[in-house]
């Protein structure tokens, strides 16, 4: 694979650099508007509105219950209706079957007189798809409509049945069908004088001629619904509006119609391609064997358009007064609230850096943010006096400090040349008098006197010179830091068996006084505490100048110690080498740190300024 050119490759890390920053900014800026103070406001204020939301959807959800339950009242009202127009039509056909009884020509049994009755009432009645005369014998008389076949048959069989019963009789639904159209049959028997049946007539009714409802639903349903009756095997009786595509066949919902045999009365939501609501009872009908199911649907939009208009408005006030709250919320947080907090988390940061003058600058209120800015001024106010008191108090006692520590190693420095100066030189002129009386004398008892009092002058020689070293070494005001560093390291590992090592970068110059003596006198004390607590093997002391910094480094492989504890001891009086180190480093203008644990060693770090020495004091230490 080819490598991209070093320029493209440079574009795409800057633009990979540039994106990964975006991205962090904005993660972090919704990260604080998220857990900010004014969100949790807007918060609040979505909170308070979140019950009238509620109360919202909940009045629509009742709008909705009593939309179903007015369209249940309105079924069981056009139930009613449809059934009284029902009963009209089974009326209308039972008088008109029975004119056409009463007729001599029926009773007569006169073919001809029979189809020019049937003709003239067929032409006059016309939502009857058929009117015929059977006589006494099963022998058709007239009909409307020729018969044939199968038809013809049934019509016989059924005419049979009405003269055996002898009375007025509807024939089972569907009763099929006539020219195409389906019908409900209607019989009636005809009888003489003497009760013997003479003669049967028929009329089929035309379902797509007529309607139970006639001009009664006019007005009644709303766009989209639709009034159905079905027998229980799903075949649709009557249908309103469009019958003329319904009566008669199949309806198409087959899963639907189990669901109206099974619970007979009730109200259904269909959630499918097209959301309806169906209001359906079980129903007697003249026209049906059994029972029928009247059906009253209405789409769901329909049904419910004046609740949805409802909560469409409600939500759309609540929507305008949440944005106004929201929008009231944002601002008037930012004037009432935000800005009296971000003036005390500003005035807090500042604080906490060190800057004591910090104050608001907030009017003090009578009100809750009022009391806490004025608590907060008063609160820096009390530690800036403070502050000012103890800093007050701290330079004196620095002052005092480094006067004495002055007075105290000019007293060492004092000492240490008496005991080297005039006390050393008495020690070495007695000595020098004891080895010349020793040459002249010849007694032994003598001699043996005159060897044990040099001896003892040696060691007091000795312990003084050590003394005088320990005290202030002339190295280090003679020589250096440096070098006094470096005798002092290499004298302590002659004296205890240490593996010792120092390692230090050449200074141009001589360093201020009260630099070199605390500096030395910190590895004086880590270098004791080597001796007398590690237990180590070796040492190795380090003095390096790092941006404009004297640091000194003291590192041993001995035990080591858990420095928290060590500190709190330290504090409570137990050892005072801690707190003489970190003292002294201080009054230098530098500062300590131990590290250190169990097992693993310690090191000592110390770090001074770089001051250097003055003529001036050249001079006073010359």
């Known amino acids: 694979m080819r490598a991209h050119p070093p320029k493209l490759r440079l574009f ?31 918060l609040l204020v979505a909170v308070v509105c979140a019950p009238l939301m509620g109360l919202t959807l909940h009045r629509a959800g009742e709008d909705r219950r009593r939309a179903v339950d007015g369209w249940k009242h309105r079924s069981q ?15 209308q056909a039972r008088r008109l079957l029975s004119v056409m009884g009463q007729e001599d020509s029926v009773r007569t049994n006169s073919s001809a007189d029979c189809r020019k009755l049937v003709n003239g009432l067929f032409a006059h009645y016309t939502q009857y798809a058929n009117l015929a005369v059977m006589s006494g014998t099963g022998d058709i008389l007239a009909s409307a409509v020729a ?22 009789a509807i024939d089972n639904f569907p009763s099929g ?34 309607s139970p409802f006639s001009s009664s639903f006019q007005g009644q349903l709303p766009a989209g619904a639709t009034w159905t009756e079905l027998d229980r095997k799903g075949t649709v009786v009557f249908r309103y509006p469009a019958q003329n595509h319904w009566n008669g066949k199949p309806y198409p919902d087959t899963m639907l119609v189990k669901q109206l045999v099974a619970q007979r009365e009730g109200v259904l939501q269909d959630d499918g391609k097209a959301p309806m609501v169906y209001a359906f009872a079980t129903m007697q009908s003249q026209m049906v064997s059994g029972d029928t199911i009247m059906l009253l649907a209405i789409p769901k939009n329909t049904l419910f358009a004046q609740a949805d208009r409802a909560l469409a408005t409600n939500l759309t006030w609540l929507g305008m007064a949440a944005g106004l709250a929201l929008l009231l919320g ?31 600058g907030l009017p003090h209120g009578g009100d809750e943010l009022g009391r806490l800015t004025y608590a907060f001024d008063l609160m820096a106010q009390a530690l800036e006096q403070r502050e000012m008191e103890r800093s007050r108090a701290s330079h004196k006692l620095q002052i005092l400090s480094h006067r004495l520590v002055e007075v ?39 001699t043996k006197r005159l060897e044990d009092s040099i001896q003892a ?13 320990n005290l202030r070494p002339s190295m280090l005001d003679d020589l250096g830091l440096e070098a006094a560093l470096r005798w002092y390291t290499n004298r302590q590992a002659a004296l205890t068996g240490l593996q010792a090592r120092f390692r230090g970068s050449p200074l141009p110059c001589r360093l201020d006084p009260v630099v070199e003596t605390e500096c030395f006198r910190v590895a004086q004390e880590a270098l004791t505490n080597v001796v007398r607590h590690s237990a180590a093997q070796n040492v190795a002391v380090e003095l390096e100048q790092i941006d404009g910094q004297l640091h000194l480094r003291v590192r041993d492989d001995g035990r080591g110690f858990d420095v928290a504890q060590q500190r709190d001891e330290a504090v409570r009086g137990s050892s005072l080498g801690l707190l003489s180190m970190e003292e002294r480093a201080a009054l230098a203008g530098g500062g300590l740190e131990l590290i250190s644990a169990p097992s693993e060693g310690t090191e000592v770090h110390a770090w001074f300024p770089l001051k250097w020495r003055r003529e001036e004091q050249e001079q006073e230490m010359a």
Request: hydrophobic share 45%; net charge positive.
């Open 330 to 360: 944002w601002f008037g947080s930012d004037w009432l609230v935000i800005r009296p907090v971000k003036a005390l988390v500003r005035s807090s940061t500042r604080l906490a850096t060190g800057d004591l003058s910090a104050r608001t």
């Open 457 to 469: 002058v040696e060691r007091v020689l000795a312990q003084v010179h050590d003394l005088s070293l």
């Open 408 to 446: 105290q190693e000019n007293e060492r420095r004092h000492i240490a040349r008496e005991l080297h100066d005039e006390i050393g030189q008495s020690l070495t002129v007695a000595e020098m008098n004891l080895q010349s009386a020793l040459r002249s004398c010849g007694q032994a008892g003598l």
């Open 177 to 210: 069908r006539v020219a195409g159209k389906p019908v409900v049959k209607f019989g009636y028997p005809v009888f003489d004088e003497e009760g013997r049946p003479v003669a049967a007539v028929y009329a089929a009714l035309d379902l797509t001629a007529v």
């Open 77 to 91: 009202q056009l139930n009613q209706l449809a059934s009284r127009q029902e009963e009209k039509l089974v009326d």
């Open 147 to 168: 018969l044939g076949g199968k038809a013809a048959q049934a019509d016989r069989a059924f005419l049979r049945q009405v003269l055996e019963n002898g009375t007025f």
């Open 12 to 42: 795409f890390e800057s633009y990979s650099v540039l994106t990964s920053g975006i991205m962090r900014s904005l993660a972090n800026y919704v990260s604080s508007l998220l857990c900010g103070l004014r969100f949790r406001l807007l």
